[in-house]
């Protein structure tokens, strides 16, 4: 089967940097996409890595390790208007597959 | 503002009822994905058009099905509903970009009674 994994709640504080991981199990995989929900919203855009690496999109970056299955998502200088679900999601073949998504509750 | 557009926004029927979301694309896109999100399945993708044509297909009912038209929006039509139906359901589109970026909309809260 197809599938992503990622933890299911984070807290940071403000001014933090928070780190969150996604490993996944797809076939014919492209790449890696992350996507930030705020509650009531709808899923948009942060990163895609396709290449092994680093990706960096202002206060965030987004890593990609092929060979162990495995990204991140990184935040940077953390604020309050951070606090969202944050989906790691990926193209398996025919299918496109999101994580079930990480919490994270930034506090004062 | 994504530049997507779904109706209706809200949409509350009964079981065993036919209901039909629609999406526009943002212009320019010529793909339209359709996700269902819920509380303990979260975003689950359903199927893409790619300029009419069907590309891919996910964990799709056979109750399910949609289509895309000449002008590129697209419709998601759910029949015979069920209680577990209820659901949040997005359209996106993009998929052009080098960063492989989809677009959502801001979905369609369906409540099946």
């Given at each position: 089967g197809q599938s992503l994994e990622q933890p299911s709640e984070v807290t940071a504080v403000e001014g933090a940097i928070v780190q969150i991981n996604c490993t996944y199990q797809t076939s014919g995989f492209y790449g890696l996409s992350w996507y930030q929900q705020h509650d009531g919203g709808a899923p948009t855009f942060l990163s895609y890595n396709a290449l092994d690496g680093l990706e960096e999109t202002g206060r965030f970056s987004s890593f990609l390790s092929r060979s162990d299955s495995y990204g991140y998502l990184l935040l940077q200088e953390?604020?309050?208007?951070?606090s969202a679900s944050y989906f790691c999601a990926a193209r398996g073949g025919q299918n496109f597959v999101f994580g079930p998504g990480t919490r994270l509750s930034v506090l004062p | 503002d994504s530049g997507v557009t779904q109706t209706p926004k809200h949409l509350i029927t009964a079981t065993g009822q036919r209901v039909t979301l629609r999406c526009s694309p943002r212009s320019g896109d010529l793909s339209v994905y359709w996700y269902q999100q819920s509380l303990d399945q979260g975003l689950q993708f359903l199927i893409q058009y790619y300029n009419g044509e069907e590309r891919a297909k996910g964990n799709?009912?056979?109750?399910f099905s949609a289509q895309q038209f000449p002008d590129l929006h697209s419709e998601l039509n759910l029949s015979?509903?069920?209680?577990?139906?209820?659901a949040l359901y997005f359209c996106a589109s993009g998929g052009r970009g080098s960063h492989n970026e989809q677009f959502f909309g801001p979905g369609t809260r369906l409540t099946v009674l």
């Open positions: 953390l604020q309050m208007k951070d | 799709i009912l056979e109750r015979s509903l069920e209680l577990g139906d209820s």
